[in-house]
């Protein structure tokens, strides 16, 4: 017979024995086992659907034990979103946007950018009242204001998405991050060819543009004919490479025009088999190169990603490419790496490693999360790592002053007078302007980490207050000898162990008259 039954059967024996006339209080003491002794913590596991005395198991052992304040509140501590000392700003990924935030942390780390953006006037904010809400509205305002905060903010990291919108992305599908170098690139240098100040007029050419010269040469006449065009970017085929150079020299090779493919030669007046190749001219302070990973396929009609390992080097020497090389300083330091984690080209993830132009630690860039690589060296580690992939290739060994990479995608080098000196020097102070929008901002971010501190206080002393209001009704529950029973239900005693609704006041109106008849004294909690 099972344990319950078996205490039924014990509460109510007496009843085959004492007629109804005969019946006392303590009859139905036992009948009820009100009398039965409570159950000890640790003698049961759970509540005792026998013993109405027995308080174990309904979710007193969190108020009974050593006292958790992290169980009293569900707010983390708003200091973890604090900025750390000496440490960068991070960007909120706002669904399908880590790519952009890979680029601007770039070009935030792009000390002449800085300043040049700084530079650029904006009466509106300079005249701007503090006590209504500021919201830029030009591209270039925005950049000023997500890179003044970027350098001067409280928080551990920031949200730009008033950048995003502002350039009209959409932040529920990836975009092509390499078209969206170019365009922004193109984006900007509009934008600051429109300042009054002349001086930031070809900042974006100077930084970033280089030029070189599409020339062919006709079979028959030995005519040259030569068309300059400029570039931020080369874009450099890795199919079937395994060094940068080599691929830097597949896209300078010499191209034959025949067949279908014949050039027309003016001085001809006619069709005739050519060569053509790409003459390097100029360089750019910053030079960005292209590795193309995404790449259309014919038999599928849509784009793959290629994941050839590239070995590319520290120190870049483009004197071989030139074809005039003069006083240009042909020598370039890596100053960044982005990488593309995944199999296919149209999802995965975007990461920025990024080399800090006065100190030259290198960082991770991964949206919100930083982390500073060790020992002044560029670590790509795990980064290399792509799941779900058929074929593991092996990764190459690279030699001392080389990186290997199946994930990179871009590669930004930096003229070495840049980090001999020149980047060092630049100074790029946040106007006072936006210093002043940066304060205002830092101001809210405290007033929310008061406001969040407050709340959690309060969580955590209503808890302990609770902590000690359960203690001190275990101590009347169950009732000793010579005190009046309290009759509290046990759904009600476990939604108030719970505390996560709000409990109403205990109604045993029914269930005492039945009982007890007016012998009963009601407790209100």
Known sequence: MAPRLQLERAAWRWVDTVKPEDVTEEHIEMAY????????????????????????????????????????????????????????????????TCYVNTFLQVWFHNLELRKTLYMCQNSRAEEHNLDSDYEPQTICEHLQYLFAL???????????????????????????????????????????SKQKNPNLHNVIQQQFCGQFAYVTVCNQCGRASLLPSRFYELELNIQGHKQLTDCITEFLKEEKLEG?????????????????????????????????????????????????????????????????KGKLCCLYELSAVLIHRGVSAYSGHYIAHVRDSRTSDWYKFNDEEIEKM????????????????????????????????????????????????NQKEVTEEV??????????????????????ADMRKQSVDKGKAKHEEVKELYK??????????????????????????????IDNLKVLNLILGSSWKPVQR
Request: proline share 4%; with cysteine; aromatic share 10%.
């Open 260 to 324: 279908d493919n014949r050039y027309f030669c003016e001085n001809c007046q006619s069709k005739q088999n050519a060569t053509r190749r790409i003459k390097l001219q100029t360089l750019p302070r910053t030079l960005n190169l292209q590795l193309m990973r995404f790449v259309f396929d014919r038999q599928t009609g849509h784009k793959k990603k290629l994941n050839t390992f590239i070995s590319f080097p520290e120190i870049l020497d483009m004197g071989p490419f030139l074809e005039q």
């Open 476 to 505: 009347l529950l169950p009732a000793e000898d010579g005190k009046l029973f309290e009759f509290v239900p046990l759904d009600w005693l476990k939604n108030w162990l719970d505390d996560a609704t709000a409990t109403k006041s």
């Open 431 to 452: 106007p006072a302007f936006l210093q002043r929008l940066v304060e205002r901002d830092n101001k809210k971010f405290e007033e929310w980490c008061k406001e969040m």
């Open 150 to 192: 970027l350098q001067n903010s409280n928080r551990r990291y920031i949200d730009p998405s008033g950048l995003v919108k502002a350039l009209g992305l959409n932040t529920g599908q990836q975009q092509d991050a390499q078209e969206f170098s170019k365009l922004f690139l193109s984006l900007l240098e509009d934008t600051l």
């Open 33 to 96: 086992r009100i009398r039965v002794p409570a159950c000890k913590r640790g003698a049961c596991r759970r509540n005792c659907k026998g013993n109405p005395n027995c308080l174990v198991g309904i979710g007193e052992h969190v108020w009974l034990g050593e006292i958790d304040e992290n169980s009293f509140h569900n707010i983390d501590d708003p200091n973890s979103e604090r900025r750390d000392k000496n440490k960068f700003v991070g960007l909120t990924n706002l669904g399908a």
């Open 374 to 421: 060790e020992g002044k060296k560029l670590q790509l580690g795990i980064e290399e790592d792509i799941a779900d992939t058929k074929s593991q290739a092996r990764k190459p060994k690279c030699s001392k002053g080389y990186h290997c990479s199946r994930n990179a995608y871009m590669l930004v080098y930096k003229q070495w007078s840049e980090y001999d000196g």
